[in-house]
């Protein structure tokens, strides 16, 4: 089944119907766009469409005929997505197509997206990925061991208090779903990742794979931005000598916790916007 990403000028994007009212997804260009500058710096791309079991057609079939030079069309409506308007610069320059060469190391990204290459299955896991970040709109992941649960909850109920989305298992795993798939998905497409560190948690084979996950989308400076580790009562903090290197929360006592809640979300925003 073929993929297609659409990284598209906004202004460019018109909707349009099908037969008997249903959504057509065709994608028009003249690749000059691809080339164009925008003060004196490269244009910015952003994620339009998800287009699912798609095919190159003939301009003069699509639902653009005289405007675009190439157009493709998704054959998988159900499947296929126009995303609101989002910045997908970074999930770009990790595209590594069948060439196997990273987007970020070439001086022109327009001119690699010339040919329009084929995306490789990792491109389509980082882009459904972006994806899934985009429509579920996750700003922080929470990762913990169930022994850990109460404090979990008090965290995820005082950053929402705070306007910050977060999310864990219990709130997005489904009776039937691949659960492992599910938490990759939601711990490698967060903007600030929080692991509840305890004696518990560093027993956790599966805190421990979030961590992995989290660490490896932070380091290829994809949509994890920003890593947060929560010291617990219970102490642990030595037994995870991968996160050292970023500064940790000691979670609060009873008498000085708004102030330090306060805190801690003031410092999620911040990390995750100046990282951006």
Same mark, same amino acid.
């Given at each position: 089944?073929?993929?297609?990403?659409?990284?598209?000028?906004?202004?460019?994007?018109r909707?349009?119907?099908?037969?008997?009212?249903?959504a057509?997804?065709?994608?028009g260009?003249?690749?000059k766009?691809?080339?164009q500058?925008?003060?004196?710096?490269?244009?910015?791309y952003?994620l339009?469409?998800?287009l699912?079991?798609?095919?190159q057609?003939k301009? %003069?079939?699509?639902?653009?005929?005289?405007v675009w030079?190439? @157009?493709?069309?998704?054959?998988?409506?159900?499947?296929?997505?126009?995303?609101?308007y989002?910045?997908a610069i970074?999930?770009?320059?990790?595209?590594?197509?069948? /060439?196997g060469?990273p987007?970020?190391e070439?001086?022109?990204?327009?001119?690699?997206?010339?040919?329009?290459?084929?995306?490789?299955?990792?491109?389509i896991?980082?882009?459904?990925?972006?994806?899934?970040?985009?429509?579920?709109?996750?700003? @922080?992941?929470?990762?913990?061991?169930?022994?850990?649960?109460?404090f979990?909850? @008090?965290l995820?109920?005082?950053l /929402?208090?705070?306007?910050i989305?977060? /999310?864990?298992?219990?709130g997005?795993?489904?009776p039937?779903?691949?659960?492992?798939?599910?938490?990759?998905?939601?711990?490698?497409?967060?903007?600030?990742?929080?692991v509840?560190?305890?004696q518990?948690s560093?027993?956790?084979?599966?805190v421990?794979?979030?961590?992995?996950?989290?660490?490896? %989308?932070y380091?290829?400076?994809?949509?994890?931005k920003?890593?947060v580790?929560?010291?617990?009562?219970?102490?642990g903090?030595?037994?995870?000598p991968?996160?050292q290197?970023?500064?940790?929360?000691?979670?609060?006592?009873?008498?000085?916790?708004?102030?330090?809640f306060?805190?801690?979300?003031n410092?999620i925003?911040?990390?995750?916007?100046?990282l951006?």
């Amino acid at each position: 089944m073929k993929h297609a990403a659409a990284m598209v000028k906004w202004d460019v994007f018109r909707p349009s119907q099908g037969t008997g009212g249903a959504a057509v997804y065709d994608y028009g260009s003249n690749q000059k766009r691809l080339l164009q500058r925008k003060g004196g710096g490269p244009l910015r791309y952003h994620l339009a469409y998800k287009l699912v079991d798609c095919k190159q057609i003939k301009p %003069e079939n699509s639902t653009f005929s005289g405007v675009w030079d190439y @157009v493709v069309r998704a054959g998988d409506w159900a499947k296929s997505r126009h995303f609101r308007y989002n910045d997908a610069i970074d999930t770009l320059q990790l595209l590594e197509f069948t /060439s196997g060469t990273p987007m970020r190391e070439n001086a022109n990204i327009g001119l690699r997206l010339l040919s329009i290459p084929e995306l490789s299955r990792d491109d389509i896991v980082r882009l459904e990925r972006l994806q899934h970040k985009i429509e579920n709109g996750r700003a @922080v992941f929470i990762s913990y061991t169930r022994s850990d649960s109460k404090f979990a909850s @008090v965290l995820e109920d005082q950053l /929402s208090a705070r306007d910050i989305s977060s /999310s864990r298992d219990v709130g997005f795993l489904h009776p039937g779903q691949d659960w492992k798939e599910a938490l990759q998905q939601e711990a490698m497409g967060c903007d600030c990742f929080v692991v509840l560190v305890s004696q518990k948690s560093a027993e956790s084979k599966w805190v421990k794979n979030e961590v992995r996950w989290a660490l490896a %989308e932070y380091e290829a400076h994809g949509l994890v931005k920003a890593i947060v580790p929560v010291v617990l009562p219970s102490g642990g903090w030595e037994k995870f000598p991968e996160l050292q290197r970023f500064e940790r929360w000691q979670y609060p006592p009873d008498e000085a916790r708004k102030e330090s809640f306060d805190k801690l979300a003031n410092g999620i925003v911040s990390l995750s916007a100046s990282l951006k």
